[in-house]
């Protein structure tokens, strides 16, 4: 994505933002939507096009968890991992989604095959469903097992486009 494409999409949303540092993020959510991930170029594109410095919009990048500065799967799970998940479970919840992925259970990842990252989250507001996991960034679910955490992965693995797997 280069500088032109974002300034582009971003240009006619200018007025409704009193502050231009709030042009950043929707900038980078734009800029991620080609490959899944921000690269250096597109946070330097972004940077250029929004006219503050690379510094600056990286800072922004990594401060949220749903803009990716690496590659991730086609479909990502977070679990939650603050007290009222963690007092419930969610370490465990954590461990056998890890290891049915086969990714790190210290810091999460991407399976080998691209299909799923596993990832934490500090609070999804789910918590009187604790431990509670969400999925594509679109739907928290809890309270949850590790075997029912897994068979939700499970059916959502199979699923193209995403579906109701959360029922």
């Not at 280069?2 to 231009?20: K, S, V």
């Amino acid at each position: 994505m280069n500088a032109d494409q974002i300034r582009a999409h971003i240009e006619p949303r200018r007025h409704e933002f009193a502050d231009p540092r709030s042009l950043v993020l929707p900038a980078l959510k734009f800029a991620q939507t080609e490959t899944g991930h921000l690269t250096r170029e597109d946070m330097d594109a972004v940077a250029e096009a929004t006219g503050f410095s690379p510094a600056f919009v990286e800072s922004v990048a990594s401060f949220y968890d749903r803009l990716y500065t690496q590659p991730v799967g086609k479909r990502v799970v977070s679990v939650c991992v603050t007290l009222s998940c963690m007092l419930r479970g969610a370490d465990e919840v954590w461990e056998h989604l890890c290891a049915t992925e086969g990714v790190d259970g210290h810091h999460g990842g991407t399976s080998a095959d691209g299909a799923v990252t596993i990832q934490e989250a500090q609070c999804l507001g789910y918590c009187d469903h604790a431990p509670c996991i969400q999925v594509d960034a679109e739907q928290t679910t809890g309270p949850h097992s590790p075997e029912s955490a897994g068979a939700l992965v499970e059916r959502m693995r199979s699923e193209n486009p995403p579906a109701e797997y959360w029922r």
